[in-house]
């Protein structure tokens, strides 16, 4: 292994995303500082500028103010540059990690499409570099024809007007962004399955995390020669799409104030499936959160928690930690040493970092409800979705995210960037020292975090 | 190891356990059932009995009617046995399955003062439940006179009334069933430290577990010679009591309903001291839980779950769990191979099984909120507080333990038994496998579960 090159790009790769992260943070924050930000003539307050800066990066697209008449059209667009640097950062940060765990994992042949070196050097990075910005944009064009026409034809947009409509929303929706041009998000939309389905598959895509869809891109069609992280992903995801518009559908079946305003039967399922697929973790949404009953919400939290694929935009503890979990549990039942997925053994130390990051997650977001709660006397129910959707970078909220006062704003802010980053820098501090070990196993591990 | 003899009395500890405490369940449901054990005319219901009988097993505490007025003198004397069989149940069964664990983890010098022989006999049987019943006797009678003096002395009972009530509360505390003889629990007593402290000793020390307590017993001023779950235990236990304190003594100071009620500062203090010792798991109160911020009933959640030491009454994921959760994470943060705490080095079994217990705790305790919250439609707070007070077997309420419906109440009856029983047989099935394995590290494991 030649270890001397990748140590002059990446040596410290947790304290470089980090300080990544807070420095475009830092930088959005002036920015919106600016007078020139505000619609008016005073400047915004700190809090909201960091806020909205974090929310932006993070692409959680929780929001303290209304962002279409509260910033000016230079805040809307420093908002926009944050939600794209954030999106396309995270991508090509976490594929780059990934990258070297795996590679350090001696799995480099699973990835070989990306890299053709040995070490990770100026041709790797550059390579992961240009192939997110190629899938995504790629995605993004695909999915933006039928939103646009969709919009000009059916909605009486102009072409231009259309035009944006469709490009916008395509590339906040890969992101996982959630960021609508409406102030209810898609409520309008929500019986429309020309608008809503190519934003979803826009969502699941991008949330599948950059790996994947690499992968699926590749080889579609040999799902036997997928990567166990490939499988995992995909699979789980299926279930909890399934899972979660059942279970929303059923949920919010006769509620006059959601699903049961709608007068057909497909419709209520299309907006069943879509408020199943937002939760992981895009945030944009065509049901009224405020109006759901308490269990949907909490069926919503669970969602969010789990959050989406690896080394993507997605958020939460990532679905292939959860599955993880679940095998973990099922070999401690049953008393195994080994714990083992799809025919392939788990290697301890994968196992024991799932464990750690759902552990770790669930206790911040216990400590931050606490807290919330404690300061807001706000509704359990509410604090705890609104305190999951931050640190899963979700964006839902049940419209309390401005009532929450300043200490409030400030944990949430907190929340989103230790949600964002959390995991990922875990997982690259891990990825640096597992070094010091020999590997003879023949085993693979799913990327955590 | 001479294997023969033991498993010829415990060939199967987790069925056994189960298998006992559910003929104990029945048992006590048929004779609830009985037209005599009532008061009128007409026998319980079948859920009424059921959810009573499991309560009282499993040392809970929660209660769907209230005990003095629903059951006969005959039906109390019903559930008063049950839990003594329950109590004394726990007590012995946990420790002859820590017994085998640590015997079988080469620790058995550790536990000497328990048994001779090498074998788990006959012999160790009868030394382990006359340990049991010894100490149990032991403390209850210590607590019992300081008790029943008071309330001959400042209460004007009668001798023979008020030592009825010193043994019965002491009895209740150091099983840490939680039962008191007033519909209003120990609220009348909520400032006097002569009734509450004995009975929070009392209740802390049947909550540390016995095999603890035995230890205890024989070194307590040799903390060095201490085996690493003594330590673990105490010092966690220590910990939790004075973080308890400060945080219902703070967060309440000022609530008018609750320590705002109260005159004088020493008092608010013996207060939020005795509501932080009650949820672990004793579930006696002094102050109205219904009238508590939503805030200190998400804390008293956290002390609930994270509940007592092992082998012993106390429920929750026990403090040993939660505490290498703790020396989980910091090592997995640090990116260290191994978990160590207090100079051992813990074994990796024990760690998964840790970090297994606790996330099983979190999943069936947050799969149970939705449910009952999807069910009843009451406030997710509320609802989440009697699960976790249920699965932890506590017996706190906000008021709402009636209002849950039938379906409700065959949910916390579930939830009761699987958290008695959940993680000790997790661990007595992981006991009777590990024998399988040939340990030579120079390791040690504290008991999870
Ligand atoms: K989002
Ligand atoms: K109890």
Redesign the interface.
Known sequence: MHEARPRRFLRHPAQLVVLGFAGAVAVGTLLLLLPVSRTGTAGADLVTALFTATSAVCVTGLAVVDTGTYWSGFGQAVVLALIQVGGFGIMTLASLLGLLVWRRMGLRSRITAMAETRALGLGDVRSVVLGVARVSLLVEAVVAVPLGLRFWWAYDYSPGRAAYLGVFHSVSAFNNAGFALWSDSLTRYVTDPWICLPIAAAVILGGLGFPVVLELRRQLRRPRRWSLHTKITVSATLVLLVAGTVFVTA?EWRNPATLGALDAGPGRVLAGFFQAVMPRTAGFNSLDYAQM???T???TV?LMFIGGGSAGTAGGIKVTTFVL?WF??WA??R?E?DVEAFGRRID?RA???A??V???S?GVV?AA??AL??MT?L???QV?FEAVSAFATVGLSTGITADVGTHGHLVLTLLMFVGRLGPVT?VS??A???RR?AYSHPEERPIIG
């Open positions: 949920n009953h308490e269990g919400l909490l069926g669970v979990l973990v549990i401690e039942v008393g040493q301890d196992t024991r970092q464990l750690t759902a552990l770790l669930v216990t409800t606490v709660v404690e006397r509704p359990t129910h705890l875990l501090a891990l640096l020292r597992e070990r």
